[in-house]
Nanobody
Framework: QVQLVESGGGLVQAGGSLRLSCAAS????????MGWFRQAPGKEREFVAA????????YYADSVKGRFTISRDNAKNTVYLQMNSLKPEDTAVYYC???????????WGQGTLVTVSS
């Protein structure tokens, strides 16, 4: 069973930066694409970014393109999300998951809360 543990969230002012981490265990991490998703209060969970198993390809939601960068370290079984130029509308609980066919494959972890103040 895959376990996903997100960390790195916090409170930041608009225009600031945060780096999220997601440690995965229970599967051959380097064989799968990984994604970040987020869920804002009162809204459905949405796709944020994804990265191929090798790290050679990345994909972003239009709302974060140019501000967020997804990366991974297969030796550490960890995927990262560097978030710059944060906006209040980025406030959400952020989750990582195995990414397959445009969807999340595994059970969700606890997520990490990002709050951006104006």
């Amino acid at each position: 069973q895959v376990q996903l543990v997100e960390s790195g969230g916090g409170l930041v002012q608009a225009g600031g930066s945060l780096r999220l981490s997601c440690a995965a265990s229970g599967r051959t991490f380097s064989s799968y694409a990984m994604g970040w998703f987020r869920q804002a209060p009162g809204k459905e969970r949405e796709f944020v970014a994804a990265i191929s198993w090798s790290g050679g390809s990345t994909y972003y939601a239009d709302s974060v393109k140019g501000r967020f960068t997804i990366s991974r370290d297969n030796a550490k079984n960890t995927v990262y999300l560097q978030m710059n130029s944060l906006k209040p509308e980025d406030t959400a609980v952020y989750y990582c998951n195995t990414y397959q066919g445009g969807n999340a494959l595994d059970a969700w972890g606890q997520g990490t809360l990002v709050t951006v103040s104006s």
